[in-house]
Structure formats: structure tokens, C-alpha cells
């Protein structure tokens, strides 16, 4: 996973030059959390943030990853169906 930095998804908006504004994807980081303490893959937790929220990149990019790592790609595929 850290080779695509997905554990880092934290963004940063600039409202101006000097002022960013750091922004968390809460429902990400939960589900990395939850697959790294062993307790889920996050498969299941990132696919129904893609279904409350559709254009969550964050976690579509997560569960690919997850999916690719875990050799579950196929699995993950519906979740990105238009």
C-alpha cells in the first residue's frame, strides 16, 4: 500500500498562497486502519463509501489497491461500474 501512498490521503486545498487547508477522508482512513490491525481487508468498508459516495477517488483508489494487493481484483470491479 505505501507504494501508491494511499495511506496518505489527506489533501490539501489552498485557499490562497499562504493559507492551505488540510482535508481527511475519514472514511479511507478508517478502513486502513481497520486492514492494517488485521481486523477486515477494508474491502467491504471502502466499497459501501463508493456506494454512499461515488466520486470518493480516495476510495476507489484505496480499494483498488487493496483489491490488487490481496489478488481480488475482479471482486472489486462491480464497485466501479458506471
Request: neutral net charge; aromatic residues 4%; hydrophobic residues 40%.
Amino acid at each position: 500500500m505505501k507504494r501508491y501512498q494511499v495511506e496518505e490521503s489527506a489533501r490539501i486545498r489552498h485557499r490562497g498562497e499562504d493559507e492551505p487547508v488540510l482535508l481527511k477522508n475519514e472514511a479511507v482512513d478508517a478502513a486502513l486502519q481497520a486492514r492494517r490491525s488485521g481486523t477486515t481487508t477494508g474491502m467491504g468498508l471502502l466499497t459501501e463509501e463508493l456506494r454512499r459516495s461515488p466520486v470518493n477517488v480516495d476510495a476507489a483508489v484505496a480499494l483498488w489497491t487493496v483489491a490488487q494487493d490481496l489478488g481480488r481484483h475482479k471482486e472489486a470491479a462491480p464497485a466501479f461500474a458506471v
